[in-house]
């Protein structure tokens, strides 16, 4: 069986917590996404150096190799996308398709030591990225091609719940199959 692609539309963690990670976006001060992401980033580190990494728990779900990748991903969408909310009034986000990310970045064959470097480093950029956003530009406005529409406050805290969410998939994986 292969992976079923997420059609969902997230943007539901913005008005409720995620009852499958606990994530409370609508309580997260977004100057602290920084700080967090670069909390996130030796949890990573130690999901990607695991033996078992590119083993999946499920035929149907992604082992914790491609969840990293997956994230990876995020971080670099992310940044672009917040440049553009810096950068341009009302931002329109274009396209991206997570699954076609997957398949075209072939996620289940990557080097571990790749993507983690890759990953600490993305992560690290748009943990800088947010560091960087001042006070007076929270109120910067961007909107996805779905015409989901976001605040800075709301893209950080929307963001914030993928990397927080998908970290918590993998650290279950690795209790549940330990």
Known sequence: MTIVPDEKDWTWVLSRPCPECGFDA???????VSGVVRGM???WRA????????VRPEES?????????????VYGVFDERLK???TQDDAIFADWD???AAIDGDYANQDPAKITEELISRGESIADAF????RSQWG???MRSNGSAFTMVTFAQYFLHDGVHHLHDVESQSAATS
Not at 47 to 54: H, S
Not at 61 to 73: G, I, P, Q
Not at 131 to 134: D, I, Q, S, W
């Open 84 to 86: 553009l909310m810096l």
């Open 61 to 73: 779900t992604w082992s914790r190799l491609e969840y990293a990748c997956h994230v990876r991903d």
């Open 131 to 134: 560091a960087a956003v001042e």
């Open 41 to 43: 980033l030796p949890r």
């Open 140 to 142: 910067r406005t961007g």
């Open 26 to 32: 609508a309580s997260t001060d977004p100057s602290s």
């Open 98 to 100: 997570q699954d076609r």
């Open 47 to 54: 999901v990607l150096e695991r033996d078992d990494v590119a």
